[in-house]
């Protein structure tokens, strides 16, 4: 605002303790992905943190995001509520969110985990990280693209999954639980189907149309080929609570580490602040039990 002698004047101040925190920020990863074609990343390190050591990678897949710029929801103060960067980086994690361009004559799940690993091996030739203690950690379609990369590569040392799809026949014209609450707001089949064929998931018609295709690109049933720790993270109102309580089942009968967080009252996000501070220790403690603390700022 500017005061009458000419000068600025300030009205309000919102959030102000933000002035005194740190923020990553986001570092351009330029390589060549698998298919031959020029790509950029992008790489959040600790702020503060000595370069004398490497930092545990956290990384952030979504298939089909475009990454010209940083990603929107990443940038200070990070208006994303899960997966956040800047959360991750101040906690001591190098996050990396890569580029994974929809490959249009392939299945969703072909190459994934080769396109993720491709942006982490590029980014760790740029910055000091620690390859060996590598997370994934994805929501909504990123949550379905870090099981569906479990399945593909031992390298991957833990798996955060939230609101996933695992089972694609099984989410074919799923309604989620408010339908049946309020039926007068009308049935969301076109939704669940038109996300199945032609969207996301790209299978091209319905599942008796090429149910090979289905099964090839559902994660659940390729769990015996998971061997990092799984945490799920589901809201009990979104789509089908069934498909992360499947996952889970199938982890339990192979006696495989998994741990499935419901959230009562929550739909594909979670937005109580309750849920969302247990939300984020959880995350926060599963990723030191598997691989280990960030680094002190």
Not at 166 to 173: E, F, H, P, R, V
């Amino acid at each position: 605002m500017e005061a009458r002698d000419g000068g600025r004047q300030a009205v309000l101040t919102a959030n102000a303790s933000l002035a005194a925190i740190d923020f990553a920020v986001a570092q351009p990863v330029t390589y060549k992905g698998i298919d031959g074609e020029t790509l950029t990343s992008w790489l959040y390190m600790p702020p503060g943190a000595s370069t004398q050591h490497k930092a545990p990678l956290v990384v952030l897949p979504y298939p089909g995001q475009p990454l010209d710029a940083p990603p929107a929801g990443q940038t200070p103060p990070a208006s994303t509520f899960t997966p956040n960067a800047q959360i991750l980086a101040g906690q001591g994690y190098a996050v990396l969110v890569p580029a994974l361009p929809y490959r249009q004559a392939k299945d969703p799940v072909d190459g994934l985990a080769d396109q993720i690993l491709a942006a982490v091996d590029a980014a760790a030739g740029a910055a000091p990280i620690d390859v060996d203690r590598l997370a994934l950690y994805g929501h909504s379609y990123g949550g379905y693209a870090v099981v569906v990369a479990a399945t593909q590569s031992p390298r991957f040392k833990a798996i955060i999954s939230a609101s996933a799809t695992t089972d694609l026949i099984s989410a074919y014209g799923r309604q989620p639980p408010a339908i049946y609450a309020a039926p007068d707001f009308g049935p969301t089949i076109g939704g669940a189907v038109s996300w199945l064929e032609t969207g996301q998931t790209r299978m091209g018609g319905p599942p008796w149309s090429d149910p090979e295709r289905y099964l090839r690109n559902s994660p659940l049933l390729h769990a015996d080929r998971i061997v990092a720790p799984v945490l799920m993270i589901y809201g009990d109102l979104d789509n089908d609570v069934g498909q992360p309580e499947a996952l889970f089942a199938a982890l339990f009968r192979q006696n495989k580490d998994a741990v499935l967080a419901i959230y009562r009252g929550e739909t594909h996000v979670q937005l109580s602040p309750g849920n969302i501070r247990d939300m984020h220790a959880r995350v926060s403690s599963f990723l030191r039990d598997t691989i280990g603390p960030g680094l002190a700022p």
